[in-house]
């Protein structure tokens, strides 16, 4: 940690946000997003040995997975 003062000089004494957009936050086209999440081990290792297995990363598997889950709960509506 830094113990020394920040220097604020060339910040605005107000900043407008009169064009701000709460909650909204630019993802890009194709960007990975990390979100931390919990699973079972028993699932985590089921999954792990498949894509292993498959030689692809766990994220690919799993967003495939889920993109085919979507697919059918769509179709089943």
Do not use: C
Not at 33 to 45: A, D, Q
Not at 55 to 64: C, F, V
């Amino acid at each position: 940690m830094n113990d020394q003062p920040i220097d604020d000089d060339n910040m605005p004494a107000e900043i407008d946000f009169s064009q701000g957009v709460r909650g909204l936050h630019h993802i890009p086209t194709g960007a990975g997003i990390f979100l931390p999440t919990s699973i079972e081990r028993s699932v985590w290792e089921y999954f792990s040995g498949k894509a292993e297995q498959k030689g692809i990363d766990l994220s690919e598997l799993l967003t495939d997975i889920l993109k085919r889950d979507i697919e059918i709960n769509e179709a089943l509506e």
